[in-house]
Structure formats: structure tokens, C-alpha cells
């Protein structure tokens, strides 16, 4: 089973600052990787796909890079309603399909 | 609308089984692999089982593997998950979601869960 670690496990930004959250497998899963976000109190949502695609309806200013066993997600400038937590999910090798443990966007 | 509804959740005794129930709108269900993912309280997800597109293929998590069963019904737009010999560490909000294709595990959408509890 692939295990996925992001770090940090809490990021403390500013609104309108920049944010980047890591996230390592611990064997190459190629760029099959997706983010989603999760809300208290709601499901996840998918904000990215194969690593750097963004889905339907994501803001422009959430991107992912990386490939093999190192990626992050960016949010380029923190809106209110970004502060959430972020999951990490491989996909590469299955089953399972491994999230992360997550990172906590607060409120700085 | 893509809408994915969970129900059947609630509180259950160690032991015990439940049914969970996944109604899915706005999109061909047919057409896609479904799968059950958990979120204990406070904790991370975790996929719990999925099914291939007509129900003849499924798999699960070793820690669910012959205590629960992923079904569905084509004609009535359904996902089911039969859970048995519940046990403590079963307890989590289940949500169902939608696999992008059989080759790509990741979900485009999910539904707003449903909360098991196994507690004496």
C-alpha cells in the first residue's frame, strides 16, 4: 500500500497571502494525484487531478505541480471561504487509492 | 445536477449490521464505478470498497474485507453497503462517491455522508 505524508499538518496564512501544501508518497504514483478540499461539516470536493489539472469550476488561483513521489498544491492568494482542510489522494496504485493525512489552512 | 444522497446511517451495538444506501441523480449510473469512503471523527479518509460499473466486480479494504458488502441497482440509480459484525472502529461518516473511470480512482462527487455510530 502506497502511504501518502503531506506536510505541514496545520498552515497558519494571512487572506491574500500565498499557501503551499506538500504532499509525498512513498513510491512513485507517476501524476496520478488528486487534492480535494473538505469544509467542517461538509464532504470533500475535488480541486485537482492528475496532479495539475484543475476541475470543473475550481478558481484559477488553486494549481498543483509535481510527479512521482513529490507534489504540491498553491493557493496563490487565500480567500475567506479557502480556509479548509487539503487532502492528498494517489491513484496510481490500487486498490486502496491512499489519501493523506490532510493540512489545515487557519486563519493566521 | 450530479446529487449522490446517503441514508441508513445510525446507531448501532457492536456486532450489529446496517445497510447503507447511496441515491444517485444527474448522470448515467450505469455508466460509472461507485465507491464508499469513511472519515472517522476528527480523522482523515479512508476508501472503504468500490464496484465496477454492473456490478460484477467489487474489492474492499482489508479492514472491512468479510464483514461488509458493496452492492447496487442499476434500474433504481442505487449503492448500497451492507455492513456486518460492526465493531468500534467502524464508526466514521460514510460518504458514497463517484469514481471518474475505472482506471482513475479519484471521485468527482460525493454525497454529504451519513453517520455511523457503533457504541454499546
Known amino acids: 500500500e502506497i502511504v501518502m505524508t503531506q506536510s505541514p499538518a496545520t498552515l497558519s496564512v494571512s487572506p491574500g497571502e500565498r499557501a503551499t501544501l506538500s504532499c509525498r508518497a512513498s513510491?512513485?504514483?507517476?501524476?496520478?494525484l488528486a487534492w480535494y478540499q473538505q469544509k467542517p461539516g461538509q464532504a470533500p470536493r475535488l480541486l485537482i487531478y492528475g496532479a495539475s489539472t484543475r476541475a470543473t469550476g475550481i478558481p484559477a488561483r488553486f494549481s498543483g505541480s509535481g510527479s512521482g513521489t513529490e507534489f504540491t498544491l498553491t493557493i496563490s492568494s487565500l480567500q475567506s471561504e479557502d480556509f479548509a482542510v487539503y487532502y492528498c489522494q494517489q491513484y496510481n496504485n490500487w486498490p486502496p487509492a491512499t489519501f493523506g493525512q490532510g493540512t489545515k489552512v487557519e486563519i493566521k | 445536477e450530479v446529487q449522490l444522497v446517503e441514508s441508513g446511517g445510525g446507531l448501532v451495538q457492536p456486532g450489529g449490521s446496517l445497510r447503507l444506501s447511496c441515491a444517485a441523480s444527474?448522470?448515467?449510473?450505469?455508466?460509472?464505478?461507485m465507491h464508499w469512503v469513511r472519515q472517522a471523527p476528527g480523522k482523515g479518509l479512508v476508501w472503504v470498497s468500490r464496484?465496477?460499473?454492473?456490478?460484477?466486480?467489487?474489492s474492499y479494504a482489508d479492514s472491512v474485507k468479510g464483514r461488509f458488502t458493496i452492492s447496487r441497482d442499476n434500474a433504481k440509480n442505487t449503492l448500497y453497503l451492507q455492513m456486518n459484525s460492526l465493531r468500534a472502529e467502524d464508526t466514521a461518516v460514510y460518504y458514497c462517491?463517484?469514481?471518474?473511470?475505472?482506471?482513475?480512482?479519484?471521485?468527482?462527487?460525493w454525497g454529504q455522508g451519513t453517520l455511523v455510530t457503533v457504541s454499546s
Open positions: 444527474g448522470f448515467t449510473f450505469s455508466s460509472y464505478w
Open positions: 513510491q512513485s504514483v507517476s501524476s496520478n
Open positions: 464496484i465496477n460499473s454492473d456490478g460484477s466486480s467489487t
Open positions: 462517491a463517484r469514481g471518474r473511470s475505472s482506471s482513475s480512482w479519484y471521485y468527482d462527487y
